[in-house]
């Protein structure tokens, strides 16, 4: 597989993780997220689905490629 032929997937915070409990702070950091608005790309696969899955409720997704 080239990089070129790697899917990725959009995401954007949309809510704060001011609050919430340590381990949906640090699978928002491992995303690439830290506040509200920033965007991160990142390469699709089954781990980071799971991470999308945990912390759903605070980002959206903003498109699949």
Known sequence: MTNSSKKT???EQTKSAIGRP???RRTLKGL???KIGRRSSIEDTP???GMVAKVAHLL???DDK
């Open 9 to 11: 997937i959009t995401l």
């Open 22 to 24: 340590g381990e949906q």
């Open 32 to 34: 690439g997220l830290d």
């Open 47 to 49: 781990a980071v689905r």
């Open 60 to 62: 959206r997704v903003v």
